[in-house]
């Protein structure tokens, strides 16, 4: 069975959240070689037992085959870390969903992104200086990136839909599932003419406590996020936590300083967030070349002026697998000898979350293996 069906079954299986998935892939098994396993050999890999009991049957691949079938006959795409669509950004994240669920133009993944969030009771001022900056952007070539929350995230995506811009919609329910309701038709233009995205799939129940989940993915596909409108306990804010965590930019929109909705952005402004009285102030802050080689990733990564120096000297031997930069950053090191992670972490500079990623990205690719120790070599 290929390796994506049972991803797919694993990243769905009851018992089965984000750490027990990366035990799984760090034990370096073969996931051909899984819906195999009995329920001892899942006990083995130290699955709880009701986990073990049940793993058998959900990765049967005949029940595998009718999930994905399922999928396919809505027009949902799958996307897991193994496929070239999964964004390079979002890998570089930490604790990046294992899966996306996508209907739309997947080719959106690998354009450039900026985030836009704000309030779900928006005053006028913030609908117009969303619906400006988003606007703006859209016909500049930029893809906006929010969570279809009523309030400003509509107003956002709106805006790009009506330039003929491109927009992503971050769902915080199954991929499935409209919410708010009165959204329905700005779902179906999404869906037409960008791209709708969730990590969550069909028949999963909604509960308050994905909503801020998904603000981690809006951040993670984004160079940078821009809080238009915010009350100072707006969950709007979130997002702006996530992209500072991740290394993103983030752009606060001043506003009044009477008015409640405008001291979320007002704070984020003390605390260092870029000041936006314009697209410009936006658009400044990354080369005019980068929104064009972000149209196709192959040539970005090609291309991309983040290549470091020491990534010049890369061997021969490590060029040949299809890695990242910072892939090729961890592979360089290791090809010097093995390493700790708080050895890599000092030599090569990333910070833990960003290494953590790469690493288990490696171990996925079948290029490093993990020791006693927190050691790691090449495979």
Request: proline share 4%; charged share 20%; net charge negative.
């Given at each position: ?226 809080v238009v409108e915010a009350d100072a306990r707006s ?82 031997f490590s060029q040949k697998f299809d890695l990242t ?55």
């Amino acid at each position: 069975m290929n390796e994506k069906l049972v991803w797919l079954g694993l990243c769905e299986a009851s018992g089965i959240g984000w750490k027990r998935m990366s035990d799984i892939l760090q034990n370096h098994v073969d996931l051909r070689e899984l819906p195999e396993w009995d329920a001892g050999s899942w006990r083995g890999l130290g699955m709880p037992e009701k986990v073990a009991q049940s793993l058998p049957q959900q990765l049967q691949p005949e029940y595998l085959m009718s999930k994905m079938k399922k999928y396919k006959d809505q027009g949902i795409h799958i996307i897991t870390m193994l496929d070239e669509e999964y964004p390079t950004l979002m890998k570089e994240t930490f604790q990046p969903p294992w899966i996306l669920y996508a209907k739309g133009r997947l080719e959106l993944l690998s354009s450039f992104c900026i985030g836009m969030v704000g309030t779900r009771v928006p005053t006028a001022y913030g609908r117009k200086v969303g619906e400006l900056l988003a606007g703006e952007m859209a016909e500049r070539g930029v893809t906006i990136v929010s969570g279809m929350a009523r309030g400003i995230d509509s107003v956002c995506h709106d805006a790009a839909l009506r330039v003929n811009g491109s927009t992503i919609a971050v769902l915080g329910t199954a991929i499935d599932m409209i919410y708010p309701a009165e959204n329905r038709s700005l779902y179906h233009r999404i869906a037409d003419q960008g791209l709708i995205l969730s990590e969550y799939p069909i028949g999963t129940k909604s509960s308050p406590g994905l909503f801020p989940q998904r603000n981690r993915i809006i951040s993670g596909l984004s160079y940078g996020s821009v809080v238009v409108e915010a009350d100072a306990r707006s969950g709007s804010l979130i997002t702006a936590d996530f992209a500072m965590e991740q290394n993103r930019d983030v752009f606060a929109v001043p506003g009044p300083i009477t008015s409640p909705k405008s001291q979320g952005t007002l704070s984020l402004l003390k605390q260092g967030a870029i000041l936006v009285t314009c697209t410009e102030d936006i658009m400044k802050e990354y080369d005019s070349s980068l929104i064009k080689r972000c149209d196709n990733p192959y040539e970005m990564k090609e291309n991309s002026s983040e290549i470091s120096d020491s990534n010049a000297s890369i061997s021969p031997f490590s060029q040949k697998f299809d890695l990242t930069t910072d892939e090729k950053t961890i592979y360089l090191i290791l090809e010097q000898g093995d390493a700790t992670i708080d050895e890599l972490h000092v030599q090569s500079n990333f910070d833990f979350g960003l290494l953590h990623t790469v690493l288990l990205s490696l171990i996925i690719k079948k290029q490093i293996s993990q020791r006693s120790g927190a050691l790691y070599t090449l495979i």
